[in-house]
C-alpha cells in the first residue's frame, strides 16, 4: 500500500520546525534533514532511523521493518502527540549520520 501524499503534507506541517524535504520513492517517501535521509514513511506510517540518540528521544517508540526485507527502524507514529520529542530524535539522526558523499560530475 503506498503512501499518501496528504500524509506526507501533514507530517512535514507537524514538524515544521525542522527544515525536513521529502522525496518519493516507489510510493512511499524519505524525510530529509541537511541532506541526509534521517526517516520514511511507509503505509501513511512515520519510521525513524534507530540510531543513539534517536532511541533516547523515543525511548517507547518500537522497533520493526517499515517494509518487509528491510533494517528495523523506530515507529513514531504514535509519538507525533509529542512533536518535540520527534523533531529531537530527527535532529539527532541528522547529527549522527555521516555527510553525504559528493556526486562525481559527469566529463
Not at 7 to 27: E, I, W
Not at 54 to 65: E, F, N, V, W
Not at 85 to 104: F, I, N, Q, S, T
Amino acid at each position: 500500500m503506498a503512501t499518501a501524499a496528504q500524509t506526507v503534507a501533514h507530517l512535514m506541517d507537524t514538524l515544521s520546525a525542522l527544515p525536513l524535504t521529502s522525496r518519493k520513492m516507489f510510493g512511499e517517501y524519505a524525510l530529509y534533514l541537511d541532506g541526509k535521509v534521517v526517516a520514511l514513511v511507509c503505509d501513511d506510517i512515520l519510521w525513524v532511523k534507530p540510531l543513539p540518540g534517536a532511541r533516547a528521544a523515543l525511548p517507547d517508540a518500537p522497533l520493526a521493518p517499515p517494509f518487509p526485507g528491510a533494517k528495523d527502524y523506530l515507529r513514531a507514529d504514535a509519538a507525533l502527540d509529542d512533536a518535540e520529542a520527534v523533531v529531537a530524535a530527527l535532529r539527532a539522526v541528522a547529527r549522527e549520520r555521516p555527510d553525504p558523499k559528493p556526486r562525481k560530475r559527469k566529463t
